[in-house]
């Protein structure tokens, strides 16, 4: 491996950007009104709003990998590494929980999984497997992991139906959550981010680490680039032919989708890095980079501004009902209307990761 470079502007406004496109998804004005590619896909299929999740997983790869590098390089103490990225997962981890306690800290019916906390176990398993496997195990456990989960759910079938299914609350994922995850499910009998579907996101990581390596290498900034687009378009394909028979799925994270993720994720890299990095149009960037900065912090943030910005209610309605129907009022087109609101939030939120950047203040969990 060579030196690990200069801080790479594109993949920091990257990972702000998603951030950014994370609050839009999660506080539209209306959730009635929402231009449809802004919605997760209700099951098979994918949007763009359901490429946000594992472009972030692919980003936290991305980063272990130039974090962690030249730690290695250097043989730096395992055993302190291993304390730091336990504390850091369980940080991460609790915060999440925070999260969902919020505002009514109802502990007998809280939700054990989340966003945060998917960050959280992914962050800790691949930090673990790239300080003690080889890029090459690293590819071998990911396919060995994809391979096994569309065995398990397309093999396996489920104790409730006697078959093999893979429709909402009813395939193997979902039983074994109802048997094995403790508290309140996002969708009551089953939730996106459980048990069997953490271990393909894990895999989402993987991938990001094995470009983070890549980027690390002595190749040349071209061959880096050209490297990240022929390997994002094969994988991309590669998974949606694997989801002509595996259906691409976020809520079950299925394998095919992990390859059509990645694979886009990795292209976008690819692009960002040449433009940005190696060409040196960093124009627009910078809101990404203030994000980037504090993505972790910007996004909890999110969740209490929106105490605030979508629950108060100013006579009978929250502010931000009175906003769009406003909006609506003097003619703007109903999804225009929640869009705009949901813009205005970002831009809320930018006012601490501004301030934040500015004092060179960096909060890492």
């Not at 893979?166 to 981010?193: I, V």
């Not at 809101?287 to 006579?315: C, E, M, Q, W």
């Not at 225009?336 to 205005?344: N, V």
Request: hydrophobic share 50%; with cysteine; net charge positive.
């Amino acid at each position: 491996m060579m030196p690990q470079p200069s801080r790479l502007i594109s993949l920091d406004a990257m990972r702000g950007f998603t951030i950014a496109a994370m609050i839009v998804a999660n506080f539209p004005g209306s959730e009635e009104f929402v231009y449809f590619t802004l919605r997760h896909t209700k099951w098979n299929g994918l949007s763009f709003t359901d490429l946000i999740a594992p472009t972030f997983l692919f980003i936290v790869g991305v980063s272990i990998a130039l974090a962690y590098a030249q730690k290695l390089d250097k043989r730096h103490p395992k055993g302190e590494l291993y304390r730091k990225i336990v504390i850091r997962s369980l940080k991460i981890f609790a915060v999440g929980m925070f999260l969902n306690l919020m505002p009514d800290f109802d502990f007998p019916n809280v939700r054990w999984t989340g966003t945060l906390h998917r960050i959280a176990i992914v962050f800790l398993v691949c930090a673990f497997l790239f300080l003690n496997t080889t890029w090459k195990q690293q590819a071998w456990i990911g396919v060995l992991t994809l391979v096994a989960y569309w065995l398990a759910m397309t093999q396996i079938p489920s104790p409730d139906m006697g078959k093999v299914v893979l429709e909402p609350g009813q395939n193997l994922a979902a039983w074994f959550d109802r048997q094995y995850l403790p508290g309140r499910m996002w969708q009551g009998t089953w939730d996106p981010e459980g048990i069997l579907s953490t271990f393909p996101s894990i895999v989402t990581g993987i991938m990001g680490m094995l470009a983070g390596r890549w980027m690390l290498s002595s190749a040349s900034p071209t061959e880096k680039v050209s490297y990240l687009m022929t390997a994002g378009l094969f994988t991309a394909a590669a998974g949606y032919f694997w989801g002509l028979t595996f259906p691409v799925n976020e809520n079950l994270w299925t394998s095919s989708f992990v390859l059509v993720t990645s694979g886009f994720v990795a292209l976008l890299l690819g692009s960002l890095y040449f433009l940005v990095d190696v060409l040196g149009y960093t124009g627009g960037t910078k809101p990404g980079v203030i994000f980037g900065a504090n993505a972790i912090t910007v996004y909890v943030l999110a969740d209490i501004f929106a105490l605030f910005f979508y629950r108060f209610k100013l006579g009978d309605r929250s502010i931000n009902e009175h906003v769009v129907n406003g909006l609506i009022a003097i003619g703007m087109q109903p999804e225009l209307a929640s869009l705009s609101y949901a813009l205005f939030f970002i831009g809320i939120n930018f006012i601490p990761a501004y301030v934040l950047y500015k004092r060179k203040i960096f909060i890492k969990l």
